[in-house]
């Protein structure tokens, strides 16, 4: 029920004895009192509290945040001051998930505390950050976010939408199938574009083509740090290239997780390096998925601007063989490349076109000593 007096950081006064102060942020005060903050990693934070003062300051980015993404320091020190501290708890967006202890004084001791993200980027695919506001605020609360978008998606049919007439001037970047080039997706697999734009990555062209529209990409959006180069989500329904120079790299004797990761990775890495020598500061984002998700066994080592993104079902982390496979492949992925990611699948779905059934479709599933545990060995 107090009313605190609230002062904006523009004009600095003196500090007196006989007042409690609250500082948020940096500022001049807290640039006075000795605390930094620009030897913090992205997102760390501290909280101090000494003789009259506490001071819950950390990185931020300049300007309001207005998506998941941006530095937030002080308001992840302000969150976890209320929680650690004061006991405040936010189990799910909304009234009802805000758990506020009630409490007539507020007192802390003498603290200097500092606390970093163990993992930069944490990002939860589910709901519109724009359109939610509740949800939004406890996005934060949780602790999710990161500085900057990793957008590491299917892309291909975004290429071919950005260069529509590719498929008039070069049909022959396009997969090869049934005899066709497929420069224009089946009816069936046109929804959300997801089959337009299956490339035969084996074709120098190819590869010239998108070198030169990512470091068009980048150089039209200077703010952005990373251009996905992922196969389309249906590729492994007849999407994959028929012609002889593609199929003398698959490996199709080998299990289904590793069939095309020499064929993808290279095309990737091939690509990578070629941006890299214009763009050293730019990522190329894979996904390790399906057919490609495990390592490449003919590529030592990725070029260093390659961020691969590993898929996987923490929901399945019960079956101890699925468990210490993906684990396996995840160590394997850090000897190939310089920056990982995680997508992780928490739910049982239905998912067309692919008629997966499960019995608990759609409905979240509780299996908190697992993601624990799991999170820890990431860590």
Not at 139 to 163: C, K, L, T
Request: hydrophobic share 35%.
């Amino acid at each position: 029920g107090a009313e605190l007096q609230i002062e904006r950081a523009g004009r600095e006064v003196g500090l007196r004895g006989n007042i409690n102060y609250l500082f948020v942020g940096p500022s001049a005060y807290t640039k006075r009192l000795g605390i930094r903050v620009d030897n913090l990693k992205p997102d760390g934070f501290r909280v101090i509290a000494k003789n009259n003062w506490l001071a819950l300051v950390g990185r931020d980015d300049n300007g309001k945040p207005v998506s998941p993404y941006g530095e937030t320091g002080s308001l992840y020190a302000v969150y976890n001051f209320l929680r650690d501290f004061l006991g405040v708890r936010w189990f799910m967006p909304g009234a009802i998930g805000e758990v506020v202890p009630k409490r007539k004084t507020i007192t802390v001791k003498a603290v200097n505390y500092k606390k970093e993200p163990d993992f930069t980027y944490r990002h939860l695919y589910a709901f519109s950050f724009s359109q939610d506001p509740a949800a939004a605020a406890w996005y934060r609360r949780a602790g999710f976010g990161a500085s900057w978008q990793v957008d590491i998606n299917h892309s291909f049919w975004r290429f071919y939408m950005s260069n529509p007439e590719y498929g008039r001037e070069y049909p022959q970047i396009f997969s090869l199938v049934d005899g066709k080039r497929q420069v224009e997706a089946p009816p069936e697999r046109r929804k959300n574009n997801w089959g337009n734009g299956n490339f035969d990555l084996a074709n120098p062209l190819t590869l010239r083509l998108w070198v030169k529209y990512i470091r068009g990409y980048f150089e039209k959006y200077p703010q952005r740090k990373l251009y996905p180069v992922v196969p389309n989500d249906v590729m492994y329904i007849k999407g994959w290239s028929q012609d002889a120079r593609s199929r003398a790299q698959y490996d199709l004797n080998k299990p289904f997780q590793a069939q095309y990761s020499n064929y993808v990775f290279k095309f990737v890495n091939d690509v990578a390096k070629e941006v890299y020598k214009t763009n050293p500061d730019r990522w190329i984002g894979a996904l390790a998925y399906e057919q490609y998700r495990q390592p490449p066994s003919r590529i030592k080592e990725l070029s260093p601007n390659v961020a691969v993104m590993i898929t996987k079902r923490r929901c399945n982390y019960w079956d101890r063989d699925y468990r210490k496979r993906i684990n396996l492949f995840i160590d394997q992925w850090q000897k190939k490349a310089k920056r990982i990611y995680i997508w992780e699948y928490y739910n049982y779905y239905l998912h067309p076109p692919f008629k997966m059934q499960y019995p608990l479709e759609g409905i979240p599933v509780i299996f908190s000593h697992v993601i624990s545990k799991d999170l820890k060995r990431l860590k």
